[in-house]
């Protein structure tokens, strides 16, 4: 019996220790919006991923800087 408690104890520490750090390792992706004058270099960070869901809002945002306007892509919330 004391085996088994010690056994639950040690999974249950892991069990917090890996739902904190995985709480904590959050990716924020960088993408480009447009400035005043339409070129898409302004740098913006977000927690969210491009996705093919076609039910999802289009955004003006873009993955690479360019000197033209920013192209229409769709974003999901990174979890």
């Given at each position: 019996?004391?085996?088994?408690?010690?056994?639950?104890?040690?999974?249950?520490?892991?069990?917090?220790?890996?739902?904190?750090?995985a709480y904590?390792?959050?990716?924020?992706y960088?993408?480009?919006?447009?400035n005043?004058n339409?070129?898409?270099?302004?740098?913006?960070?977000?927690?969210?991923?491009?996705?093919?869901?076609?039910n999802?809002?289009?955004?003006?945002?873009?993955?690479?800087?360019?000197?033209g306007p920013?192209?229409l892509?769709?974003?999901?919330?990174a979890?």
């Amino acid at each position: 019996m004391k085996s088994a408690k010690i056994l639950l104890t040690t999974l249950g520490i892991f069990g917090i220790i890996g739902t904190t750090l995985a709480y904590k390792v959050r990716v924020e992706y960088v993408y480009y919006k447009e400035n005043a004058n339409g070129q898409c270099n302004v740098a913006t960070t977000k927690m969210m991923y491009p996705t093919t869901d076609t039910n999802i809002i289009q955004r003006r945002l873009s993955v690479a800087a360019t000197t033209g306007p920013c192209p229409l892509i769709r974003l999901t919330a990174a979890l």
